[in-house]
Nanobody
Framework: QVQFSESGGGLVSPGGSLRLSCAAS????????MGWFRQAPGKEREFVAR????????FYADSVKGRFTISRVNDDYTVYLQMNDLKPDDTAVYYC?????????????WGQGTQVTVSS
């Protein structure tokens, strides 16, 4: 069972930046695509970004494309989400997870997430 620990969230003004981190356990991390997801109050959890096992391929939801960057350091079992030009609509709890092969669907249990609040 893979476990995740997300961190790096906080309160930021519109236009600001944050860098989220996700520490994962389990050797399967190194051979799995990873994703970031988010859940805003009253809404379903949604896909944000995906990165391939070797980090060479990424994919983003249209709502964050050009503003967010996903990356990973396999030796550290960590995946990152650099978020720039944040908007109030980015306010949500952010989660990471393994992805089912060839999909944007999570394949493991969820961590506690990290809260991101964008407000002036």
């Amino acid at each position: 069972q893979v476990q995740f620990s997300e961190s790096g969230g906080g309160l930021v003004s519109p236009g600001g930046s944050l860098r989220l981190s996700c520490a994962a356990s389990g050797a399967i991390f190194k051979v799995s695509s990873m994703g970031w997801f988010r859940q805003a109050p009253g809404k379903e959890r949604e896909f944000v970004a995906r990165i391939s096992p070797n980090g060479e391929s990424t994919f983003y939801a249209d709502s964050v494309k050009g503003r967010f960057t996903i990356s990973r350091v396999n030796d550290d079992y960590t995946v990152y989400l650099q978020m720039n030009d944040l908007k109030p609509d980015d306010t949500a709890v952010y989660y990471c997870n393994l992805l089912r092969v060839g999909t944007r669907q999570a394949s493991s249990g969820w961590g506690q997430g990290t809260q991101v609040t964008v407000s002036s």
